[in-house]
C-alpha cells in the first residue's frame, strides 16, 4: 500500500511539473533517533519547481501514505499509526503492547 502511494505521488508531481524529475524512498525496518527515514530527490531546470515539487511531495507522504511506526520505550512499546491518525491500523496490529 505505501509503495503504491509514494508512486500515485511521484505521478501527481510529474502531471503537475512536467520538466520535473522524482525519487522518493522511505526506510523500513528498525530506525534509531535521528535516522533519516524518507528521502526526496528532485531536479528540475529551475529551482523553484524543484522546491515545489519536493514541498509538495513530503506533504502528500504525511497525508496518504499509511506508515505506521512501533516505538520502544523504557515501559513498553507503543504503535503509533500515520502521522495525521487518518488510516487505521491494518486489523490484527495492536496500539499498544504491554
Do not use: C
Not at 511521484?10 to 512536467?18: A, L, R, S, T, V
Not at 523500513?28 to 524518507?38: F, K, N, S, W
Not at 496518504?64 to 488510516?87: A, C, H, M
Amino acid at each position: 500500500m505505501a509503495v503504491k502511494k509514494l508512486t500515485e505521488i511521484g505521478e501527481e508531481i510529474k502531471k503537475q511539473w512536467p520538466d520535473a524529475k522524482i525519487a522518493i524512498t522511505h526506510r523500513v525496518g528498525r530506525l534509531e533517533i535521528m535516522d533519516i527515514a524518507v528521502v526526496i530527490a528532485v531536479s528540475s531546470p529551475h529551482r523553484k519547481v524543484a522546491y515545489e515539487a519536493n514541498e509538495y511531495a513530503i506533504e502528500r507522504i504525511k497525508k496518504i501514505v499509511p506508515i505506521w511506526k512501533k516505538e520502544f520505550w523504557e515501559d513498553g512499546t507503543e504503535w503509533i499509526g500515520d502521522q495525521l491518525e487518518n488510516t487505521p491500523y491494518p486489523e490484527g496490529k495492536p496500539k499498544k503492547e504491554e
